[in-house]
């Protein structure tokens, strides 16, 4: 008789249906668990090539700010995430005397948890985030790029641009199935103090298993605009824009 679970493993990328050998699984389904452990902790532990990224970005015209954290190695971003929530001192300072023009939207991207998911995705991603915006006349904030930080950065950087939204891009948390993930966080009115029940989130970011850009760069949209028009984001803003095909 065969086995319904063979039939399912072609709609996930979950670890069912491995099958046995003996008491233990078979041979190649543990090497291949071995390799996806082996690429989630070498996306936590790469580090994030930040200037060719921001040199890309100014390539296509943006106007672009290389930020930093208080987290002076990987390991201690791993040991203190409230280092990743707040900018330095020195960067502070720089953003505060930046002058730039009133913006809706503070757009940040960091490298979170999965520096590999940043440089497979990030260009694309906001080259679709941007483009989307400026159908709408959004105004954008400098990029800003920062290194080791973690979504409430976003609190810190928006409040001190008084941007009406931030948005942040981030490598999310590496699984055995994924480990190249971008996921977006939004919030109204950012500053410093606020939950993650202020919050919207974007998650799974990967085309083509994941979410595609452009889908991804619509929800925002939306979820911006509905931010702005309400005055709220997190559990006060509800999704209600429907379905999304997934497109790369």
């Not at 046995?20 to 994030?48: K, M, N, S, Y």
């Not at 991207?109 to 906001?126: D, F, Q, R």
């Not at 959004?138 to 948005?167: E, K, Q, T, Y």
Request: aromatic share 6%; charged share 20%; with cysteine.
């Amino acid at each position: 008789m065969s086995d319904p679970w063979v039939a399912l493993r072609r709609f996930t990328q979950a670890r069912i249906a491995l099958g046995r050998a003996g008491h233990a699984v078979p041979t190649q389904v543990l090497l291949e668990f071995q390799l996806a452990h082996a690429e989630a902790r070498d996306a936590v532990h790469f580090p994030w090539h930040i200037d060719t990224f921001a040199g890309q970005l100014r390539g296509l015209g943006e106007e672009v700010l290389i930020l930093e954290t208080p987290v002076r190695s990987r390991d201690e971003y791993l040991r203190r995430p409230d280092f990743g929530r707040v900018l330095d001192e020195e960067s502070r300072t720089r953003l505060s005397n930046l002058n730039a023009a009133e913006a809706d939207v503070a757009l940040i991207v960091t490298n979170g948890l999965s520096s590999t998911a940043v440089e497979l995705h990030g260009i694309l991603l906001l080259q679709a985030i941007l483009r989307v915006y400026r159908t709408r006349q959004i105004r954008i904030a400098p990029v800003s790029l920062v290194a080791n930080g973690r979504v409430a950065l976003s609190d810190d950087i928006g409040g001190i641009l008084a941007a009406r939204v931030a948005v942040i891009v981030v490598g999310e948390r590496p699984g055995l199935s994924a480990a190249d993930s971008l996921g977006i966080y939004l919030t109204y009115a950012p500053q410093p103090g606020n939950t993650d029940a202020a919050r919207n989130c974007i998650s799974n970011i990967r085309p083509p298993e994941g979410l595609g850009y452009e889908a991804a760069a619509a929800k925002l949209l939306y979820l911006t605009e509905e931010a702005m028009r309400r005055g709220v984001s997190g559990v006060a803003l509800k999704d209600e824009m429907g379905g999304l095909l997934n497109e790369a």
